[in-house]
């Protein structure tokens, strides 16, 4: 599974830049998503916030610098790989350029390019990256995991089920999860959980400068379930400031400060939902089994890979509104019209529809052996198993 490759690229050079955003154009085989910092100040706010995988030092000749630059950037952003950009015209001699290497190697600097910078070398250092990043990914780590809830149309059930999901990772480990409300004009999930939060994503976006896991702690609301909530803007012109860029930051931090992020879209392809993609662990699409709600999911599969969600990041639920009655399509012919396997498949209950009023999710409320609980426990149990292969039950 493989996410695009967050890079913080920091320099007071704009040459630098201009370099590597040729580099990177010429690059096809990695995904990069960069930033650019020009001081201390700016780098150390973005490795806070983005919680890049790699930082690229454009390096001085002092070793002592790139040491304390690294120590500082390495308690923003522990888990990031450092690279140092050479340039040989700051050094007087192959001598002091190979000493330079020994010195900033002990400081912590893990690979290396050269100016100027071409897309084949740095195409090699963004594998080694990605390489290293699956190590570390295979070993316990502090990150939260993000996943996210799609639909291409609305009206099949996406919001339910992202928030009954959510309240069944609460359920299991109180104060872990945060369930982001991404649907930022029409955002139900505070309705489905009956709170009037006063506090919303609009907030976050105001105090954008500062904000660090204790604040973003401090911007949701609590739900009795234990999940928190990050509500959207209760307001269109609040929902209309809130950028690409302000949520992508909002992810990174939240992935720090939680077990589980789980975030509700709106049903477009828009920036906001490119900008939750990117920092996805898994995009759960949701798919009702009606023929024009699969042919549009047939599509949306394809717009997913061309924004780069790769098919391993990709989840296909079936989510049954109503009861069974004759002519309606099968899981079975459903995977086949998509080309996909179906992760899990959603049975109709109507205690559902009672609970979307009452503002009581099942996953609360119902017994475990209700049809509909028993499937978001299954998502559940997925996406805290770090999405295992779905299993022949989910045709069922």
Same mark, same amino acid.
Not at 79 to 96: K, P, Y
Not at 127 to 146: F, K, L
Not at 292 to 302: D, K, M, N, S, T
């Given at each position: ?39 201390? !100040? /700016?780098? =150390? &706010?973005?490795?806070? *916030? ?5 930082? %690229? #030092?454009?390096? $001085?000749? +002092? ?46 600097? !893990? /690979?290396? =390019? &050269?100016?100027?910078? *071409? ?5 090699? %250092? #963004?594998?080694? $990256?990605? +390489? ?62 009956? #709170? ?201």
């Amino acid at each position: 599974m493989t996410r695009p490759t967050t890079i913080l690229l920091v320099s007071e050079d704009p040459d630098l830049r201009a370099e590597w955003q040729a580099a990177e154009a010429g690059t096809t085989e990695v995904r990069v998503l960069a930033h650019f910092a020009d001081s201390r !100040r /700016d780098a =150390l &706010r973005l490795a806070r *916030s983005q919680q890049p995988d790699a930082v %690229c #030092l454009g390096t $001085s000749p +002092d070793p002592v610098a790139i040491e304390t630059w690294v120590a500082e950037l390495q308690e923003a952003a522990p888990n990031a790989r450092f690279v140092g950009i050479l340039d040989r015209r700051l050094f007087a001699s192959g001598d002091a350029e190979a000493a330079f290497l020994v010195a900033a190697t002990r400081a912590g600097l !893990r /690979d290396f =390019l &050269r100016r100027p910078l *071409s897309s084949t070398e740095l195409g090699a %250092c #963004l594998r080694r $990256s990605t +390489d290293a990043d699956r190590q570390v990914a295979a070993r316990p780590s502090q990150a939260g995991r993000i996943t996210v809830f799609i639909s291409n149309k609305g009206g099949v059930g996406k919001t339910t089920l992202a928030v009954n999901v959510a309240c069944e990772l609460a359920r299991r480990a109180p104060g872990t999860v945060l369930l982001v409300d991404a649907a930022l004009q029409l955002g139900l999930c505070a309705t489905m959980l009956d #709170l009037e939060p006063t506090i919303t994503m609009h907030d976050a976006v105001t105090q954008m400068e500062r904000l660090d896991a204790t604040l973003l702690r401090e911007l949701t609301v609590a739900h009795d379930s234990g999940l928190h909530l990050l509500a959207a803007p209760t307001d269109a012109v609040d929902a209309a400031g809130v950028r690409e860029e302000h949520l992508s930051r909002i992810l990174a931090v939240a992935r720090s400060a939680y077990d589980h992020v789980i975030v509700d879209t709106f049903p477009i392809l828009d920036g906001i939902a490119i900008a939750a993609f990117d920092r996805a662990d898994e995009v759960w699409q949701v798919v009702a089994p009606t023929v024009p709600a699969v042919l549009g999911a047939e599509r949306f599969c394809g717009l997913l890979e061309g924004v780069g969600v790769e098919p391993s990041r990709q989840r296909i639920c079936v989510n049954t509104q109503v009861p069974g009655h004759a002519g309606q399509l099968s899981p079975r012919d459903i995977a086949d019209r998509l080309d996909r396997r179906i992760d899990v498949v959603v049975p109709f209950r109507r205690a559902v529809v009672a609970a979307c009023n009452s503002g009581r999710p099942v996953a609360l409320t119902a017994p475990r052996w209700n049809g509909f609980r028993r499937r978001i426990t299954e998502i559940a149990d997925r996406i805290e198993a770090g999405a295992a292969e779905p299993t022949e039950r989910s045709l069922e």
